[in-house]
């Protein structure tokens, strides 16, 4: 499997990176290496202009796969310059965000979007986290896709029916904005809910989708 992601912009990227003066950067060293928008020389790239613009960065890595069980051990070996940041700055795949965000009581912001995956030829059960819709909204919404963890793909919610904490189009499946809330309230950033998201620009993620690595 390859997640094939582009780099946010600079300024879009110190927008999500308001109120956060400390920052601790990871990389992958698989897709965001090969494409060339996470792995070390990206990475020290952007640790760099971060430095610039005021930014204290607490320490980085790069993970060798950042979507596996590799991850929890590369954190915990980084584990008091993570502690010593505001957020995590990853520059993976939105998978790769999920993962590090599910072990990590530290707001995890993108530093990619992503755009597709490129091949998947594992065989076993999966469920989708990331829909690689080409704009990533998961620095407001700790970690978990809207548009993937909702049936409705709501980018604004949650909706009249959720109930309970559950959803109104399958009453057996948690509401993704039950899951944002609570895991927004872990992380003391429920102002983060009243932010208005705009409505998605599709043309973010043409189709056929293809990219082109220089």
Not at 33 to 42: D, F, L, P, S
Not at 106 to 134: H, M, S, W
Not at 149 to 161: E, I, R
């Amino acid at each position: 499997m390859k997640s094939i992601t582009k780099q946010k912009p600079l300024d879009e990227i110190q927008k999500l990176l308001e109120g956060c003066d400390k920052v601790f950067i990871t990389g992958c060293g698989t897709c965001t290496t090969m494409t060339k928008t996470g792995g070390i020389e990206q990475v020290e790239e952007i640790k760099q202009q971060l430095q610039d613009a005021g930014k204290l960065v607490t320490g980085y890595t790069v993970i060798p796969i950042s979507c596996d069980e590799m991850t929890e051990a590369a954190l915990k070996d980084n584990e008091i310059p993570i502690h010593n940041a505001d957020c995590i700055l990853v520059m993976s795949c939105a998978l790769g965000l999920f993962k590090i965000s599910s072990y990590i009581q530290k707001r995890c912001i993108p530093a990619q979007d992503t755009l597709f995956i490129g091949v998947e030829n594992t065989p076993g059960n999966f469920y989708e986290v990331c829909a690689q819709c080409g704009q990533c909204v998961l620095g407001y919404t700790a970690g978990i896709c809207p548009i993937t963890f909702c049936h409705k793909s709501l980018l604004n919610g949650p909706c009249g029916g959720t109930n309970k904490g559950k959803c109104e189009v399958d009453k057996e499946k948690d509401c993704a904005w039950t899951l944002i809330y609570n895991r927004l309230s872990e992380l003391g950033k429920l102002d983060l809910m009243r932010k208005h998201l705009p409505p998605k620009n599709y043309h973010a993620s043409l189709q056929p989708r293809k990219v082109k690595i220089s």
